[in-house]
């Protein structure tokens, strides 16, 4: 059994395979200042709800951008599973070619969403990440990985705005009626939601337009579904991308 972990930002998103199936997921919060043991304990009661046992799981995947969390999960691995988890990194066989200036720039939760959305849906691609940030990526049809863009995420926005204002308020992140806002709330959401649902619709056209056109559009993170309407651009929503993608770079490493 495989347990697939990536340790994002604001949020760490497990998951658990059985042979190719993704049995189990769960998403906790992320905290650099929780120990080992802690996490540890999270995860050893979580198993258990989906009738899982931690004794059945045999490797563990790992993608980090987090990296004070990173040494946290690979002593949670060996000590709690007695495994070696693969941490995706430099050096490991991905099945991709890396274009970026410096290939060790690039997150390694990119390169796994760019490794998943190959697979299942071919090149060329874009995959739209949203979550703490709104990350672009763009596969070419001859499978290379060219590089992409990274802006603000909705929430960072949002937090942005409260912090760095008098008079603005937090808000909740739903549609408001028009884009017109006829009253502050309403405003700021219109400005939070469907300005991020445009700078999705623009960019994705000036990617496909580098990319020659035709390419699938794929849309994953935690906060894909609150733009997935208002964006319209998406040929497939795919929440557990990252997750695949852990699955077949372990996969591609066990030789």
């Given amino acids: 059994m495989l347990l697939a972990v990536d340790i994002g930002n604001t949020n760490i998103t497990l998951g658990v395979f059985k042979d190719d199936e993704l049995a189990a997921k769960w998403r906790i919060a992320t905290d650099?200042?929780?120990?080992?043991?802690?996490?540890?304990?999270?995860?050893?009661?979580?198993?258990?709800y989906k009738g899982l046992s931690p004794d059945e799981v045999s490797a563990v995947s790992i993608c980090s951008v987090v990296p004070p969390l990173t040494p946290t999960f690979v002593e949670l691995c060996r000590t709690y599973f007695q495994v070696?988890?693969?941490v995706v990194g430099a050096g490991t066989r991905t099945g991709i070619r890396v274009l970026y200036d410096n290939p060790r720039d690039v997150g390694a939760d990119r390169i796994v969403d760019a490794v998943a959305a190959l697979k299942l849906y071919g090149g060329p691609a874009i995959v739209v990440d949203i979550g703490t940030a709104m990350v672009f990526d763009a596969i070419s049809k001859d499978g290379e990985y060219l590089g992409g863009a990274i802006a603000p995420g909705i929430s960072i926005a949002a937090d942005a705005l409260f912090h760095s204002t008098s008079l603005l308020r937090r808000v909740d992140l739903t549609r408001p009626p028009d884009a017109i806002g006829k009253n502050t709330i309403h405003a700021i959401q219109s400005g939070l939601v469907l300005g991020s649902a445009d700078m999705i619709k623009g960019m994705v056209g000036r990617f496909d337009?580098?990319?020659?056109?035709?390419?699938?559009?794929?849309?994953?993170?935690?906060?894909?579904?609150?733009?997935?309407?208002?964006?319209?651009?998406?040929?497939?929503?795919?929440?557990?991308?990252?997750?695949?993608?852990?699955?077949?770079?372990?996969?591609?490493?066990?030789?």
């Fill in 209 to 255: 337009k580098e990319l020659g056109g035709g390419s699938k559009v794929i849309g994953t993170g935690g906060l894909v579904g609150l733009l997935e309407a208002e964006a319209n651009v998406f040929d497939v929503v795919n929440e557990d991308l990252t997750l695949t993608g852990l699955k077949l770079v372990h996969d591609m490493n066990q030789s």
């Fill in 84 to 86: 070696e988890p693969l």
């Fill in 32 to 48: 650099p200042a929780r120990l080992t043991d802690e996490y540890a304990l999270m995860v050893n009661q979580l198993l258990p």
